[in-house]
Nanobody, 121 residues
Framework: QVQLVESGGDLVQPGGSLRLSCAAS????????MGWYRQPPGKERELVAT???????TYADSVKGRFTISRDNAKNTVYLQMNNVSPEDTAVYYC???????????????WGEGTLVTVSS
């Protein structure tokens, strides 16, 4: 019933910027922690950044100082601002959210289907 939909993936040149968005919709009572993960071609999925409902953030070492995660609680949306991107950032980016939803109001982790970011000149 709950859906996460990413948007904003695109082809971007090295050194450029891009902003990803992920909106949660459905029978949502509240949205707790949200995050971004990515899966480069031929590699395993890895953590990029997380943000709590109160705004506390964590980042992978590889993106610190370049990427910024933020959220709009009223819109159940999480963003990833990507600056100074490099070819190593090429991956399918997935959003993740822990959501209290459903008739029984259980916490469930949801995943989006991903959006492709390609960094190339």
């Amino acid at each position: 019933q709950v859906q996460l939909v990413e948007s904003g993936g695109d082809l971007v040149q090295p050194g450029g910027s891009l902003r990803l968005s992920c909106a949660a919709s459905g029978s949502i009572f509240s949205t707790n922690a949200m995050g971004w993960y990515r899966q480069p071609p031929g590699k395993e999925r890895e953590l990029v950044a997380t943000i709590t409902s109160g705004g506390s953030t964590t980042y992978a070492d590889s993106v610190k100082g370049r990427f910024t995660i933020s959220r709009d609680n009223a819109k159940n949306t999480v963003y990833l601002q990507m600056n100074n991107v490099s070819p190593e950032d090429t991956a399918v980016y997935y959003c993740n959210a822990v959501i209290l939803a459903g008739a029984d109001l259980r916490y469930v982790t949801y995943w989006g289907e991903g959006t492709l970011v390609t960094v190339s000149s």
